[in-house]
C-alpha cells in the first residue's frame, strides 16, 4: 500500500467522520426533544442524564475525529 492510498484513505475518512459529526451536531442542536425523544423509547434515561451523556459522546466523537483521522491525514500530506 503507498502513501497516495493511505491518504485518500484518511481524506475520505476524515469527510465521511466530519459530516456525520456535523448532522448529529445539527440534529443536537436544532431538535433536541426529537433525539430525546426517539432515544428515551429505546433507553428508559431521564433527559438530565440524556443531555450529559450526549455532551461527553459529542465530545468524545470530536476527540476520535481529530487524532484518528484528522492528524494522519495531515501527517500524510506534509510527507507525501
Keep these: 500500500?503507498?502513501?497516495?492510498?493511505?491518504?485518500?484513505?484518511?481524506?475520505?475518512?476524515t469527510i465521511i467522520n466530519g459530516l456525520l459529526?456535523?448532522?448529529?451536531?445539527?440534529?443536537?442542536?436544532?431538535?433536541p426533544d426529537f433525539v430525546y425523544?426517539?432515544?428515551s423509547k429505546w433507553?428508559?434515561?431521564?433527559?438530565d442524564s440524556f443531555n450529559?451523556?450526549?455532551y461527553?459522546?459529542?465530545g468524545l466523537?470530536?476527540?476520535f475525529l481529530i487524532m484518528f483521522n484528522m492528524v494522519p491525514y495531515a501527517a500524510l500530506v506534509?510527507?507525501?
Excluded at 43 to 47: A, D, E, L, N
Aim: hydrophobic share 60%; proline share 2%; aromatic share 18%.
Design 1 to 13: 500500500m503507498d502513501i497516495q492510498t493511505l491518504t485518500d484513505f484518511f481524506m475520505w475518512c
Design 21 to 31: 459529526f456535523i448532522l448529529s451536531a445539527t440534529m443536537i442542536m436544532f431538535a
Design 56 to 58: 461527553g459522546f459529542m
Design 78 to 80: 506534509i510527507i507525501g
Design 52 to 54: 450529559t451523556v450526549i
Design 37 to 39: 425523544r426517539t432515544q
Design 43 to 47: 433507553f428508559p434515561i431521564s433527559r
Design 61 to 63: 466523537f470530536k476527540i
